[in-house]
Nanobody, 126 residues
Framework: QVQLVESGGGAVQAGGSLRLSCTGS????????MAWFRQPPGKERVGVAA????????YYADSVKGRFTISQDNAKNTVYLQMNSLKPEDTAMYYC???????????????????WGQGTQVTVSS
């Protein structure tokens, strides 16, 4: 059974930083996409960032470009999301997801992700 376990969430003031981690055996150089999604309270879940092919290419939502960095350590089966200059609007439940097929829609389309973590809460206060 594939499991993804997120950690690193918490409460921080605006302007602060957090690093989220997602660990699982599926996190390897062969995984097509590893991604982070987030769901703010009362809103839909949306893509935040993704990394393709074990680390070669990265993608970001416009709202986080320049502030968030996604990276992957295949030796540790872990993908990270470094979040800097956090804003109150970054408050959400953050989910890690894995996609094992290169076919289908874009990186932020949730339908194509096969495995999901349980989520970790990030709360940013002003």
């Amino acid at each position: 059974q594939v499991q993804l376990v997120e950690s690193g969430g918490g409460a921080v003031q605006a302007g602060g930083s957090l690093r989220l981690s997602c660990t699982g055996s599926i996190v390897t150089s062969s995984t097509t996409y590893m991604a982070w999604f987030r769901q703010p309270p009362g809103k839909e879940r949306v893509g935040v960032a993704a990394i393709y092919g074990g680390g070669g290419i990265t993608y970001y939502a416009d709202s986080v470009k320049g502030r968030f960095t996604i990276s992957q350590d295949n030796a540790k089966n872990t993908v990270y999301l470094q979040m800097n200059s956090l804003k109150p609007e970054d408050t959400a439940m953050y989910y890690c997801a894995a996609r094992v097929t290169p076919y289908g829609g874009g990186w932020s389309e949730q339908f194509w992700y096969h495995y999901w973590g349980q989520g970790t809460q990030v709360t940013v206060s002003s």
